[in-house]
T-cell receptor, first 115, second 115 residues
Framework: GDSVTQMEGPVTLSEEAFLTINCTYT??????LFWYVQYPGEGLQLLLK?????DKGSNKGFEATYRKETTSFHLEKGSVQVSDSAVYFC??????????????FGTGTLLAVQP | NAGVTQTPKFRVLKTGQSMTLLCAQD?????MYWYRQDPGMGLRLIHY???????AKGEVPDGYNVSRLKKQNFLLGLESAAPSQTSVYFC??????????????FGPGTRLLVL
């Protein structure tokens, strides 16, 4: 079945460092790809998404490009801040039951940014 | 506009007790979902609903029941709680879009401990 693999954490960076969190996927069709972020004690929030190959999703300085040839959707940010400390989940959307789409999540990557 | 809300925020149960988790959304979304989040496993889909009066099983439905009597509410029930159901439960909702492009909006979660 479809699956998502993302790099294990925790990832610890200093403020203003460059961030990359790797995400690769396996899928039989053409899924949409998502990055969700979970701040401490909160639910998941959509960070960005891409719905077809070569699309770039971006939000709040984060970017990810849907690479079909490498089946990847790596998350990047040029300069992280302490407020970016959170758990980041990569996910893909697949058709489920014919009537809806379900999200398949990676295991999450904890990012800790130190001042 | 409160988005997706969940009650309660935290609950402790003894093995064999029952309880109901309530999810409410005020965005007029057709689709609603219940997930559980366990360490190292990401989020897994328990049950979902594509509209008022409909429910369907997800990836890990055993031990849970759901109901969607009103469009804005999605209830998750545990008839006889087991320690294996200790988890954080997230509700989500979304519009219906073709091709898996819809964004799911998550509630803040309910932390359940079964002793």
């Amino acid at each position: 079945g479809d699956s998502v693999t993302q790099m294990e954490g925790p990832v610890t960076l200093s403020e203003e460092a460059f961030l990359t969190i790797n995400c690769t996927y396996t899928a039989t069709g053409y899924p949409s790809l998502f990055w969700y972020v979970q701040y401490p004690g909160e639910g998941l929030q959509l960070l960005l998404k891409a719905t077809k190959a070569d699309d770039k999703g971006s939000n709040k300085g984060f970017e990810a490009t849907y690479r079909k040839e490498t089946t990847s959707f790596h998350l990047e940010k040029g300069s992280v801040q302490v407020s970016d400390s959170a758990v980041y989940f990569c996910a893909l959307s697949e058709s489920y039951g014919g009537a809806t789409n379900k999200l398949i999540f990676g295991t999450g990557t904890l990012l800790a940014v130190q001042p | 506009n409160a988005g997706v809300t969940q009650t309660p925020k935290f609950r402790v149960l003894k093995t064999g007790q029952s309880m109901t988790l309530l999810c409410a959304q005020d965005m007029n979304h057709e689709y609603m979902y219940w997930y559980r989040q366990d360490p190292g496993m990401g989020l897994r889909l328990i049950h979902y609903s594509v509209g008022e009066g409909t429910t369907a099983k997800g990836e890990v439905p055993d031990g849970y029941n759901v109901s969607r009597l009103k469009k804005q509410n999605f209830l998750l029930g545990l008839e006889s709680a087991a320690p294996s159901q200790t988890s954080v439960y997230f509700c989500a909702s979304s519009y219906r879009l073709a091709g898996g492009r819809e964004t799911q909006y998550f509630g803040p979660g309910t932390r359940l401990l079964v002793l």
